[in-house]
């Protein structure tokens, strides 16, 4: 029981992923990493980390010695010895791609409990599972609404000047001019905000960013 455990606790140590996130805020400051890109990043670390984590539980569950009848046995008495079940790396590709079913929704149903504490724990991080898959959605639709937002905004207002212009009977030469104006406007919009960061650096900063 003890050497099960030991394994599981191999498989746990993969969580050192999260540490990426400290990384990636590293390179935000030294390289410019895009603040956009770095919140995408950190997402997807999250997910990763998410299901290794609910991986490691049900890894912890079949081989904590509990019980003699567990999803593992079950599962090797449905498909045979094709895998090597105590194998880590098997173990963990199984763990893996039960947690990655949950996370989704999607469910085959091929690993199961079979036991109550199966249940009880697996129910358990099914019910979390659920509250984080739907922060994660949520927080993907934020992260990709923030890095298009302006090209959209440009694209809204594009659209609708064509749309008046047609309705007005607006000359073609003058929807020229309209479209140059507002293509002028983005750039100067972006120069104002670029102001607006430097005006927020300290004195020194922004003489040495002038210069």
Same mark, same amino acid.
């Given at each position: 029981? $003890?050497?099960? +455990?030991?394994?599981?606790?191999? +498989?746990?140590?993969?969580?050192?992923?999260?540490?990426?996130? @400290?990384?990636?805020?590293?390179?935000?400051?030294?390289?410019? +990493?895009?603040? @956009?890109? =770095?919140? +995408?990043?950190?997402?997807?670390?999250?997910?990763?980390?998410?299901?290794?984590?609910?991986?490691?539980?049900? #890894?912890?569950?079949?081989?904590?010695?509990?019980?003699?009848?567990?999803?593992?046995?079950?599962?090797?008495?449905?498909?045979?010895?094709?895998?090597?079940?105590?194998?880590?790396?098997?173990?963990?590709?199984?763990?893996?791609?039960?947690? /990655?079913?949950?996370?989704? =929704?999607?469910?085959?149903?091929?690993?199961?409990? #079979?036991?109550?504490?199966?249940? !009880?724990?697996?129910?358990? $991080?099914?019910?979390?599972?659920?509250?984080?898959? #739907?922060?994660?959605? #949520?927080?993907?639709?934020?992260?990709?609404?923030?890095?298009?937002?302006?090209?959209?905004?440009?694209?809204?207002?594009?659209?609708? !000047?064509?749309?008046?212009?047609?309705?007005? =009977? $607006?000359?073609?030469?003058?929807?020229?001019?309209?479209?140059?104006?507002? /293509?002028?406007?983005?750039?100067?919009?972006?120069?104002?905000?670029?102001?607006?960061?430097?005006?927020?650096?300290?004195?020194? !900063?922004?003489?040495?960013?002038? @210069?």
């Amino acid at each position: 029981r $003890v050497l099960r +455990l030991l394994r599981v606790v191999r +498989l746990v140590r993969l969580t050192r992923i999260a540490r990426v996130a @400290s990384f990636l805020k590293e390179a935000e400051i030294n390289f410019g +990493l895009s603040h @956009s890109i =770095g919140r +995408l990043a950190k997402f997807v670390i999250g997910v990763a980390a998410t299901t290794n984590a609910i991986a490691c539980v049900l #890894a912890f569950a079949a081989n904590a010695g509990w019980h003699e009848e567990t999803w593992k046995t079950k599962l090797r008495g449905a498909k045979g010895d094709f895998f090597d079940y105590d194998e880590d790396w098997t173990l963990y590709s199984i763990t893996l791609y039960w947690a /990655i079913m949950t996370m989704t =929704g999607i469910g085959f149903g091929d690993v199961t409990p #079979a036991n109550p504490t199966e249940f !009880l724990i697996l129910t358990l $991080v099914m019910a979390v599972t659920a509250g984080l898959w #739907a922060y994660f959605i #949520a927080a993907a639709h934020s992260i990709w609404t923030s890095m298009s937002e302006e090209a959209t905004a440009f694209q809204t207002t594009m659209e609708e !000047l064509g749309e008046m212009a047609e309705e007005c =009977g $607006v000359p073609t030469a003058m929807r020229r001019q309209l479209r140059e104006y507002i /293509i002028e406007s983005r750039d100067t919009r972006h120069r104002s905000a670029q102001h607006m960061v430097i005006t927020a650096l300290s004195p020194q !900063l922004q003489a040495e960013v002038s @210069s």
